[in-house]
């Protein structure tokens, strides 16, 4: 009788045990979907950056939008930034990324191919913000205007680079008509120019100029006038031959098929983000913060690659 006692006392502790255990498990199992219905199914959030000049302030600031956005968020975030413009497209499109900035011209291509809607872009109470391209010398260089780049060695920043390829790319065209030439042509050595390179950023573009490895280069506008602030280059390291009209600030776009209230959350975030380090405020000039994004800002470089046929 004792015997048969003990066994079922044992039974029923195994039986109090396995249940505990299954209770256990079904609560780890309820607890994780509550975590990741509260951060909408995401580990983490992720907001790549085009490629830049990186220097040790734009990293600090970096940070910090990372740390604030991780707090407003409520769920962590990484902040990066991409080897080239079309891996940061690529990393929206396959999910690797639910944020980014893209340039004008990138940013009308994520949203073709990777489901890019804009939220925000650097602004005043004016409107937005902007910035030109350039095409630069050296100072001594016989170059004067776009027609004397003719037989001249050129480099180009990125395929998807907006000031960096595609407006100085029409800039160039239309300054020489009479020569029939295509948007390929200007990127064929021997059509135009006598060679044409890819410096892969801006900054490379700009070094390509003062070290002599080419004869001229298309380069952002904030790209020289960082470089000039942060001291890695002096203003008279190069001369500007032309600029571009005004082309609209970056967007910051989000991945248009993200849960609605996850996308009004990160809208908000950035147009209430007041760091006046990360803006880079003066004393004297108007403060600029992210506004709100207007899609249709960007339809005229939709129509440049309708245009010239520019594929995704």
Excluded at 63 to 92: C, F, H, K, Q, W
Excluded at 120 to 130: C, I, K, L, N, Q
Excluded at 247 to 266: F, G, N, R, W, Y
Aim: charged share 25%; proline share 4%; hydrophobic share 40%.
């Amino acid at each position: 009788m004792l015997k048969k006692r003990v066994l079922t006392l044992a039974l029923a502790a195994m039986t109090a045990m396995l249940g505990l255990t299954a209770c256990s498990s079904k609560e780890d199992s309820t607890a994780a979907n509550a975590t990741a219905e509260n951060n909408y199914g995401l580990e983490e959030f992720v907001m790549v950056m085009i490629p830049g000049e990186d220097t040790e302030k734009s990293v600090q600031l970096q940070d910090n939008l990372e740390a604030d956005m991780s707090e407003a968020l409520g769920m962590p975030v990484t902040v990066y930034r991409a080897t080239d413009y079309s891996a940061a497209i690529e990393a929206m499109r396959t999910g690797n990324a639910q944020l980014a900035e893209f340039g004008p011209f990138s940013y009308v291509t994520a949203r073709d191919r990777a489901g890019a809607e804009a939220l925000a872009v650097r602004g005043t109470e004016d409107g937005v913000s902007g910035y030109h391209s350039l095409i630069v010398v050296q100072p001594d260089s016989d170059i004067e205007t776009l027609a004397d780049l003719q037989g001249k060695t050129f480099a180009f920043v990125d395929p998807e680079s907006t000031s960096g390829n595609v407006i100085p790319t029409d800039e160039i065209l239309n300054a020489v008509p009479d020569l029939g030439l295509s948007f390929d042509d200007l990127h064929t050595d021997g059509k135009f120019f006598q060679s044409a390179m890819y410096a892969g950023t801006h900054p490379g573009s700009l070094q390509a100029v003062i070290q002599g490895n080419v004869d001229a280069a298309a380069v952002a506008s904030s790209t020289l006038e960082n470089q000039i602030e942060e001291g890695i280059i002096n203003a008279d390291d190069v001369r500007i031959i032309h600029e571009s009209p005004v082309i609209p600030s970056d967007p910051i776009a989000i991945q248009k098929d993200l849960p609605q209230e996850l996308k009004d959350k990160v809208q908000e975030f950035l147009l209430n983000y007041d760091d006046p380090e990360f803006f880079g405020d003066e004393e004297g000039q108007p403060k600029e913060r992210f506004i709100e994004a207007n899609d249709s800002d960007y339809d005229y470089l939709a129509d440049l690659k309708e245009e010239y046929g520019l594929s995704d």
